[in-house]
T-cell receptor, first 115, second 115 residues
Framework: NAGVTQTPKFQVLKTGQSMTLQCAQDMNHEYMSWYRQDPGMGLRLIHYSVGAGITDQGEVPNGYNVSRSTTEDFPLRLLSAAPSQTSVYFC??????????????FGPGTRLTVT | QQQVKQSPQSLIVQKGGISIINCAYE??????FPWYQQFPGKGPALLIA?????SEKKEGRFTISFNKSAKQFSLHIMDSQPGDSATYFC??????????????FGEGTQLTVNP
């Protein structure tokens, strides 16, 4: 299994540009999430999905869109990039409710710079 | 508002010493408390987790201590090794919500273990 994969690994955007960060998992996990990581702030939840066709907002959703058309894929779209969106983005996935394990599996991250 | 506060921000210990990282939370509905370990350039990975029905959980050199009344929990790394040098994040979630997929993270602690 490849686990959770993310592309691209690095990206530089100009203010106002749009782009999509790709995330895929091959573990048949129902739950997928997007986090951003900023120095001194830990990881903050952007959006999450509990299954195909179902998404919801996290702590910092403004400026981002998501969709979940398949179990495997959960892309994150930046509508109009701003310098404040410069960050490292992590996608994560996990099984549905299992008492013995709520482990989230994280991808390797996408480092985004907006100039 | 940071619902999970983590300290210290950075920690330097000698090889063989004990590393202690502390977290405090505000939301009494949290009932799942994982610790994640992150190496440079990688995504976080689950290290150990605890539920509030126990006061301590040990896995090898890693121990979580949990104080429900004080709303605090801590990670102890015994016999710290240079390979433990990484960033550690505490987190919390409500298991009734979505299998722990909505994690609230602390700010992170950068641990350096000197040889």
């Amino acid at each position: 299994n490849a686990g959770v994969t993310q592309t691209p690994k690095f990206q530089v955007l100009k203010t106002g540009q749009s782009m999509t960060l790709q995330c895929a998992q091959d573990m048949n996990h129902e739950y997928m999430s997007w986090y951003r990581q900023d120095p001194g702030m830990g990881l903050r939840l952007i959006h999450y999905s509990v299954g195909a066709g179902i998404t919801d907002q996290g702590e910092v959703p403004n400026g981002y869109n998501v969709s979940r058309s398949t179990t495997e894929d959960f892309p994150l779209r930046l509508l109009s990039a701003a310098p404040s969106q410069t960050s490292v983005y992590f996608c994560a996935s996990s099984y549905s409710r299992r008492v013995e394990s709520y482990e989230q599996y994280f991808g390797p991250g996408t480092r985004l710079t907006v100039t | 508002q940071q619902q999970v506060k983590q300290s210290p921000q950075s920690l330097i210990v000698q090889k063989g010493g004990i590393s202690i990282i502390n977290c405090a939370y505000e939301n009494t509905a949290f009932d799942y408390f994982p610790w994640y370990q992150q190496f440079p350039g990688k995504g976080p990975a689950l290290l150990i987790a605890i539920r509030p029905d126990v006061s301590e959980k040990k896995e090898g050199r890693f121990t979580i201590s949990f104080n429900k009344s004080a709303k605090q929990f801590s990670l102890h790394i015994m016999d710290s090794q240079p390979g433990d040098s990484a960033t550690y994040f505490c987190a919390a979630s409500m298991s009734e919500e979505t299998s722990g997929s909505r994690l609230t993270f602390g700010e992170g602690t950068q641990l350096t273990v000197n040889p």
